[in-house]
């Protein structure tokens, strides 16, 4: 019997996300290595700035990586402070930038909003971010994040889902989302110019051509 060829064998890009705690990344060596992408940390609740990101966004630029930022969202501050926090640090996209990313984590910190405070507060920075900077946000989340916090809303998958799922041979497809865009399968992973023992690996589902449709245009 003939062995089925795998559906993402001649279409995925491998791809990091670092942020202060990679230390100083050298991406030249990166990009020898093979990470055609990067998403980089920005912000974190309302004034965290990552020390790191501005040296990250110049240097995967330069470098010849598409690039991406990611803001750490936290549900029990102020969402007004979190998108300034955000959008400051982040300021204008340029073409070939990848959208930005909502970064929606830790469980536990959700619990005492009702649910539909929780998607409240998610739309809200998503609305703005998007008003602000033109492009349509991602957002990354674990496969169960979706249905433990956000209880699987249909508004989700108006979204591009960049998921979180380690140690399997394909990632878990959380609802209201039938596919994954991008995929962070280890937290653990080596690559040739991070200096610290582990950085997150990724791969996004399509050629270089479909990785470029989805960045800024003008």
């Known amino acids: 019997m003939k062995k089925r060829k795998h559906k993402f064998a001649d279409s995925r890009l491998f791809g990091v996300d670092v942020s202060h705690h990679q230390n100083m990344v050298d991406w030249r060596k990166a990009a020898d290595a093979g990470v055609i ?21 110049s240097e995967t630029k330069k470098n010849g990586i ?14 007004e402070s ?31 909003l009702s649910l539909k405070k929780r998607i409240a507060i ?35 998958k108006n979204y591009l889902l960049w998921v979180a799922n380690y140690k399997v041979s394909e990632p878990k497809i959380p609802a209201p989302w039938t596919d994954w865009n991008f995929w962070q399968f280890s937290e653990t992973g080596k690559v040739t110019g ?25």
């Open 37 to 57: 992408f990067a998403f980089l940390k920005a912000t974190e609740a309302s004034t965290f700035v990552d020390r790191r990101f501005a040296y990250n966004w």
């Open 66 to 79: 598409v690039r991406g930022s990611y803001h750490f969202f936290r549900p029990r501050s102020s969402v």
């Open 82 to 112: 979190q998108i300034s926090n955000f959008l400051g640090v982040q300021g204008k996209l340029e073409v070939g930038d990848l959208p930005p990313v909502l970064d929606l984590e830790v469980p536990e910190s959700w619990r005492s």
């Open 122 to 156: 998610v739309r809200q920075w998503l609305d703005a971010v998007e008003a602000a900077l033109g492009i349509k946000p991602i957002i990354y989340l674990s496969s169960s994040f979706p249905g433990d916090v956000l209880g699987n809303d249909p508004f989700l």
């Open 194 to 218: 991070v200096p610290t023992g582990a950085v997150d690996l990724n791969w996004f589902q399509g050629s270089r051509s479909d990785l470029m449709k989805i960045t800024v245009q003008s």
